[in-house]
């Protein structure tokens, strides 16, 4: 069998044809949006063609309110503390679900680690035009010291070309990535702009490797032989360690890299007339003292409140919810509980109704 | 040509198809600078 030249035309005419029916399914239902109404992809992203199609097809008839943001608008911390069927308990979902009843269609764009360098560059892949209406949720941790610079100030570099030349130079990493860094980007890069059945199929692989491979090989262990109670310890502590950087005492610099980008998103946002709403996200008040140093926590919310003035007009609104909720809404730092989720949505359509009517 | 031997062939292209699109949705992450640092 194996020898015969009728064998291996066979697999060859079924290979092609497969191959060739995937990408014509998925270069038909891409545009129409079938796999954005269908599946929740937010809260992670993979390539920056994948975002131009989310960007472009998830609403193709009208413009989004565009909800821009880190981990607060997605559900990993909500994975991470185990709550059952986290995706449908997400911020964004929730707005999203509430928005929609009274039709007006949302789309998230907020991811995890998200930084405000990738928030630039994601509002250039917006375009955004006058009219449209945005959302941003600012994270204390997006002003941290160690994104003030260099290579960490961007999580994304698919979306660094985005970038301006001079914010592109400050992200340079001080060594050069190795050659097979180069090679396995260049090629991750070239199949995703011309193979839709990579792209889709690096898009819809978060919907389990999520918030990360690591997490769900982990999780996918506990169903099998039981939660290890003496790790969740330590998953704790070594998560306060890491964000005790977030709010070490440090004031916000102007030309950091944080505040250089949403310098440019405003001012972006004011050339243009769009309808965009800021919010400096709720903090955990448990957190202040321990971990978020006080004296710079207050310092720097009044820098942002005089930063974000000249900006604030009949179009920009800006809200400083830092101590909006108490400690019991929160699971960690600042990602809010279901039922915190859920009082976040509820104030935040409220205060986009209140902006949409002024 | 041998039609058996050709949809035998046929089926083991199907095979080999859905094998590869396994290796799509489980393999890891081919960019190795894609995402640099998570938070959560």
């Known amino acids: ?358 | 040509m041998n039609k058996k031997d050709f949809l035998k062939g046929l089926g083991l292209g199907a095979v080999l198809f859905v094998l590869f699109l396994a290796i799509l949705f489980f393999s890891g992450d081919l960019s190795a600078s894609k995402f640099i640092y998570v938070d959560f």
């Open chain 1, 1 to 358: 069998m194996f020898s015969s030249k009728s064998f291996w035309l066979g697999v060859f005419i079924s290979l092609l044809g497969l191959f060739l029916a995937a990408e014509a399914l998925l270069r038909v239902t891409v545009p129409a949006g079938f796999w954005y109404r269908h599946l929740d992809v937010s809260g992670d992203m993979t390539s920056l063609p994948e975002i131009r199609d989310r960007i472009k097809y998830s609403h193709p008839l009208e413009r989004p309110l565009f909800l821009l943001g880190d981990s607060i608008l997605g559900a990993s911390s909500l994975i991470e503390h185990r709550v059952p069927q986290a995706r449908s308990k997400t911020l964004s979902r929730v707005l999203v679900s509430r928005l929609g009843a009274r039709n007006q269609y949302a789309l998230s764009l907020g991811s995890d680690g998200n930084l405000l360098t990738d928030i630039l560059a994601l509002n250039t892949e917006i375009q955004p035009q006058p009219g449209d209406r945005l959302l941003l949720l600012l994270n204390f941790r997006m002003f941290a010291e160690e994104f003030a610079d260099g290579p960490k100030a961007l999580s994304r570099y698919f979306l660094k070309a985005d970038l301006p030349d001079e914010i592109q130079n400050r992200l340079q990493p001080s060594s050069p990535p190795s050659q097979e860094t180069q090679l396995s980007d260049g090629l991750c890069d070239l199949m995703s702009r011309h193979w839709f059945l990579f792209r889709e199929t690096q898009m819809m692989k978060t919907l389990w490797y999520y918030p990360s491979q690591k997490d769900f090989y982990q999780h996918l262990l506990e169903t099998v032989v039981g939660a290890n109670v003496d790790q969740a310890d330590m998953v704790e502590a070594a998560l306060k360690q890491k964000i005790a950087t977030y709010y070490q005492p440090y004031l916000w610099d102007k030309n950091a890299l944080p505040l250089v980008c949403l310098q440019k998103i405003l001012a972006s946002w004011a050339e243009n007339h769009v309808h965009a709403t800021v919010v400096l996200s709720p903090q955990n008040p448990k957190f202040l003292g321990p971990y978020l140093d006080r004296p710079s926590f207050k310092k720097n919310r009044v820098l942002l409140a005089r930063f974000m003035k000249p900006y604030v007009s009949t179009n920009i609104h800006y809200e400083d919810w830092a101590d909006h909720y108490p400690a019991k809404m929160f699971l960690d730092h600042c990602h809010l509980t279901v039922e915190g989720n859920e009082q976040y949505a509820a104030d935040l359509i409220r205060l986009l109704e209140g902006d949409k009517n002024e």
